[in-house]
Each structure stands twice: as structure tokens, then as C-alpha cells.
Nanobody, 115 residues
Framework: QVQLEESGGALVQAGGSLRLSCSAS????????MGWYRQAPEKQREWVAR???????HYADSVKARFTISRDNVNNTVVLQMNNLRPEDTAVYYC?????????WGKGTLVTVSS
């Protein structure tokens, strides 16, 4: 089992920055990759960014060049640095871990971007 806990969500003005963190615990060795998803009000959850154990990163087109995902293997933490935030980035952001046999989710952290 893997437990994930997000933090860092807040209210921010458009153009501002936020740093989300996801702390992983439990069977860390079973994790192959970690990432972030988000779900805006009345919309489906969408993938945002991913980083694998080799450090390779991928981003959704909507956040490319604005968001950066990084991983601290010592502290078992994944960070999503979000710059130049837009109102359309408003959503609950969920941390995801891809395990050997299943995926894991955190409870989410709310990001609100005001115009």
C-alpha cells in the first residue's frame, strides 16, 4: 500500500505561482512513476504532469512551459511548481502514484486562481 498526501493549495491571483507537494509513504519501492491530475468543477479529472523513476517528465499541453514537476527521492516527495497561473487552472489537484499492480491517489488540494 502507498499513502499520498498533498499540500500547498491556496487562492492566488492570475499570473501568480504556487508550489504543490505530495508526500508518499508506505511501500515506496513499488512506485514506478508519480504525477498530478486535476479536476475542475463540473469537469472530468485530467492528467497534468508525470515523472518516472528515471526522472523523465511529461506535461499536458495546457500546462507545458508553466508547470514543472520534480521528485525528491530522499524525502519521497513530488513537487509541482506552477507559474503564470490562469483562472482555468482552478481545480482540485490530486497526486497519483503508479504502482506495480495498481495506482494510488491522494485526497487532493484545492487551487483557486482569481482573475
Amino acid at each position: 500500500q502507498v499513502q499520498l498526501e498533498e499540500s500547498g493549495g491556496a487562492l492566488v491571483q492570475a499570473g501568480g505561482s504556487l508550489r504543490l507537494s505530495c508526500s508518499a509513504s508506505g511501500n515506496i519501492g513499488s512506485i514506478n512513476a508519480m504525477g498530478w491530475y486535476r479536476q475542475a468543477p463540473e469537469k472530468q479529472r485530467e492528467w497534468v504532469a508525470r515523472i518516472n523513476n528515471a526522472g523523465t517528465t511529461h506535461y499536458a499541453d495546457s500546462v507545458k512551459a508553466r508547470f514543472t514537476i520534480s521528485r525528491d527521492n530522499v524525502n519521497n516527495t513530488v513537487v509541482l511548481q506552477m507559474n503564470n497561473l490562469r483562472p482555468e487552472d482552478t481545480a482540485v489537484y490530486y497526486c497519483n502514484a503508479e504502482g506495480t499492480t495498481r495506482g494510488y491517489w491522494g485526497k487532493g488540494t484545492l487551487v483557486t486562481v482569481s482573475s
